[in-house]
Each structure stands twice: as structure tokens, then as C-alpha cells.
């Protein structure tokens, strides 16, 4: 079975320019997450897609930060415009379904904003 | 307080040793419970669910309390390999659906 894929595995940009990560989610998972995790601390909760709808952005700051999975399988998370606190690992996660049952992550997206 | 709390370490022990991770959880409506093994500069992967009876898995054991919402997770014969980052996470219903609450992680090494 083949894993979460994400791209790109790393992207360096400066401060003030956009930047789209992709994620593909393991085939028929429903549920689909991106986290970002800041070095030294766990994932942290950005937006949750159950199929093509928003389940919970509470933590996403929408100023700057957008998502969608127009089609319910593949998903794009946007910064614009970047800043510096954004430097951390973008990680994309799916399960079958939303409920008590375990995720499993991609490999994750490193962002450096200089 | 944050809702997820763990130890976050080092801690330092020989091959061989045993070593035991706490995690404590502070909503009660928390349903499932996982460890995750983090490596450096890697993405999380689940190493076992943690069951109200207790579970197993090699030289992995897992243990729930709910009465005083703390999960364990103890490594028997502790390898070089086994040295990374330990993530407790709890599961829990809110509005309608079900989230997913990360702790810091607990960094483990393993020294030969």
C-alpha cells in the first residue's frame, strides 16, 4: 500500500512570498490532515478535510494561510505572504475516516523562510 | 497546562536498560490513545495503540489509566535503534468529529 506522498521534501523562500505544498493521502482515506510542526514540539493541527469539506481550521491563520481538496483525495496548503515564525515541518497525514483510529504521515515538507 | 504533557527528556540510557515514559491527558472525554516513535528529521510513525486492558508488542509495552488519564509506555532491553523522539497522542470527539492532541514528544537515547 502505498504511503502519504508530499512535495516539495524541502523549500527555502524569503519572507513575504507564497509558497503550496501538495499532499496526496494513502488510497480511500478519507480524512486528511496538515499539521506543522515547530522544531522541539509536537505536530501541531492546521486544518482537517473529511472528503472535500472543512472539519476543523480552528487553529489556521487564515490571514495568511489556505487550504483546499477540491476533488476529496489530494490536497494543497498555501502560505501568503511567508513569515519567519512559518519556518517549521509541514506534515500531511490521512486516515480511513474521522474517528478513534490511528494516522499515518508523509514525510513532511521542510520550510526555511529567510 | 497543555492538554497532552510529556517528559520532554532526554533521557539517557545504556543498551540493554529499561526505560518508562509517562503522558498525562487532561480532558476526560479522550477516547483512544497512541505512541508514536519520532526520528530526527523524520515524520511521525505509529508505534502502538494503547488499550484500557494493557497491550504488548515485543519488547513494547503499553499501559492506560484512565482514572488518572495517564498512559506509559516502557521499552525492555533498550537498543541503540530504539533512540528517538516518543510522541503520546490522544484522540478525542469535538464539534462533531474527532481530533487528534500531539504531546512534546520524549526524547529517548540509547548509549552503547
Known amino acids: 500500500e502505498a504511503g502519504v506522498a508530499q512535495s516539495p521534501r524541502y523549500k527555502i523562500i524569503e519572507k513575504r512570498q507564497s509558497v503550496a505544498f501538495w499532499c496526496n493521502p494513502i488510497?480511500?482515506?478519507?480524512?486528511l490532515y496538515w499539521y506543522q510542526q515547530i522544531l522541539g514540539q509536537g505536530p501541531k493541527l492546521l486544518i482537517q478535510?473529511?472528503?472535500?469539506?472543512?472539519?476543523?481550521d480552528s487553529q489556521l491563520p487564515k490571514d495568511r494561510f489556505s487550504a483546499e481538496r477540491l476533488k476529496g483525495v489530494d490536497s494543497t496548503l498555501k502560505i501568503q505572504p511567508a513569515k519567519l515564525e512559518d519556518s517549521a515541518v509541514y506534515l500531511c497525514?490521512?486516515?480511513?475516516?474521522?474517528?478513534?483510529?490511528?494516522?499515518?504521515f508523509g514525510d513532511g515538507t521542510r520550510l526555511s523562510i529567510l | 497546562r497543555k492538554e497532552v504533557e510529556q517528559d520532554p527528556g532526554p533521557f539517557n540510557v545504556p543498551e540493554g536498560a529499561t526505560v518508562a515514559f509517562n503522558c498525562t491527558y487532561s480532558?476526560?472525554?479522550?477516547?483512544?490513545f497512541f505512541w508514536y516513535r519520532q526520528d530526527c528529521r523524520k515524520e511521525p510513525k505509529l508505534l502502538m495503540s494503547?488499550?484500557?486492558s494493557g497491550n504488548e508488542d515485543g519488547r513494547f509495552t503499553a499501559q492506560l489509566n484512565r482514572a488518572s488519564q495517564y498512559i506509559s509506555l516502557l521499552i525492555r532491553d533498550s537498543k541503540l535503534s530504539d533512540s528517538a523522539t516518543y510522541l503520546c497522542?490522544?484522540?478525542?470527539?469535538?464539534?462533531?468529529?474527532?481530533?487528534?492532541?500531539f504531546g512534546t514528544g520524549t526524547r529517548l537515547k540509547v548509549l552503547a
Open positions: 497525514a490521512s486516515s480511513p475516516r474521522t474517528g478513534p483510529q490511528p494516522q499515518h
Open positions: 488510497s480511500g482515506h478519507a480524512t
Open positions: 478535510f473529511q472528503n472535500n469539506g472543512v472539519v476543523d
Open positions: 480532558n476526560s472525554a479522550s477516547q483512544s
Open positions: 494503547v488499550y484500557s
Open positions: 497522542v490522544v484522540n478525542r470527539p469535538t464539534s462533531g468529529t474527532y481530533k487528534y492532541i
